[in-house]
């Protein structure tokens, strides 16, 4: 499994993140096709990440994961910030992508749909 946080686009004041999803079993996550991507927006990882995080504190493995950018009412269109947040973004999903405990979660199976 493959996440990549590569691409931006602003629409009505909100940045969305693109979410490039490559995986060699599409049936996974229900898809047809092998590769696909979502636009996300910072509420949405967010979200994810409290709900993996608290997922994480159950599992039989130590998982880590890295720390996530806080939110901000300046700034948060400013092109240093939208890079932070997808490097960010892009260090946490490499932790789900490489933990199948937390990539076969119905939360993160929600993320994608």
Do not use: H
Not at 45 to 64: C, G, H, Q
Not at 69 to 88: C, I, L
Request: with cysteine; glycine share 4%; net charge positive.
């Amino acid at each position: 499994l493959q996440l990549d946080v590569r691409d931006t686009k602003v629409m009505d004041n909100v940045t969305w993140y693109k979410v490039e999803v490559n995986t060699e079993n599409p049936g996974l996550f229900g898809f047809i096709s092998p590769k696909f991507c979502v636009y996300k927006r910072y509420k949405n990882f967010r979200r994810l990440y409290k709900d993996l995080a608290k997922l994480a504190r159950t599992s039989p493995e130590v998982i880590v994961l890295p720390a996530f950018p806080g939110k901000t009412m300046t700034r948060r269109m400013s092109s240093s910030t939208v890079n932070m947040r997808k490097q960010a973004f892009n260090d946490f999903l490499k932790v789900v992508a490489d933990t199948p405990f937390l990539y076969r979660s119905a939360s993160f199976q929600q993320f994608l749909g």
